[in-house]
C-alpha cells in the first residue's frame, strides 16, 4: 500500500463505520387491499402499496394510508421494550467481556443500559401493517 495514501484511506474507514452507526432501525412492510395506496410514514410519502417502510426503534412512529374514493387509514407503529432480548444479549455480552463472575454482572447491566439507550432493546409493533380499504361512505 502506498504510505501517502495510508491516511487518506483511514479516514476514508472511519467516515464508513460513522455512516454505518445511527439508531437501530425495523423494516414494516405495508400493503392494502386495493392496492397502490399512497403510504405516508410520519408525514413523509413513501410511496404506493405493496412498500416496506423503515423506521427508527427509538419512538412510536404513525403510518398514513390514502387512496381517492376510499377512506384514509391511520396505524400508530408503537416501540416495546422486549427485556427478555435484551438480558440475553447483555448476558451473551457480559460473559464475552467479562471473566469474573462480577465482571459479568455489571458488564451485563450496562449492555442492557446500553441497549435501552439505543432503541435496540425495542420492537416496532405492528410489524406488518395490511389494511382493507373501505370506500368513501360505507363507514365501518
Not at 460513522?18 to 399512497?38: E, H, N, R, T
Not at 419512538?59 to 387512496?67: A, S
Not at 443500559?113 to 416496532?124: C, K, T, V
Request: some cysteine; aromatic content about 4%; hydrophobic content about 35%.
Amino acid at each position: 500500500m502506498n504510505t501517502k495514501l495510508a491516511p487518506i484511506y483511514s479516514i476514508l474507514v472511519c467516515l464508513l463505520l460513522l455512516a454505518a452507526c445511527g439508531p437501530p432501525k425495523q423494516k414494516i412492510p405495508v400493503s392494502s387491499d386495493p392496492i397502490g395506496a399512497m403510504v405516508y410514514a410520519d408525514g413523509v410519502k413513501t410511496g404506493p402499496t405493496p412498500t416496506i417502510v423503515k423506521f427508527d426503534k427509538q419512538r412510536d412512529h404513525l403510518i398514513t394510508i390514502i387512496k381517492d374514493g376510499y377512506e384514509q387509514e391511520e396505524i400508530i407503529i408503537r416501540r416495546q421494550f422486549k427485556p427478555d432480548k435484551a438480558i440475553r444479549d447483555g448476558i451473551i455480552s457480559g460473559i464475552i467481556k467479562g471473566g469474573d463472575p462480577k465482571d459479568v454482572a455489571g458488564a451485563t447491566a450496562k449492555e442492557v443500559d446500553d441497549q435501552e439507550r439505543s432503541g435496540e432493546a425495542y420492537e416496532l409493533t405492528p410489524s406488518i401493517v395490511t389494511i382493507k380499504l373501505r370506500p368513501v361512505g360505507q363507514g365501518i
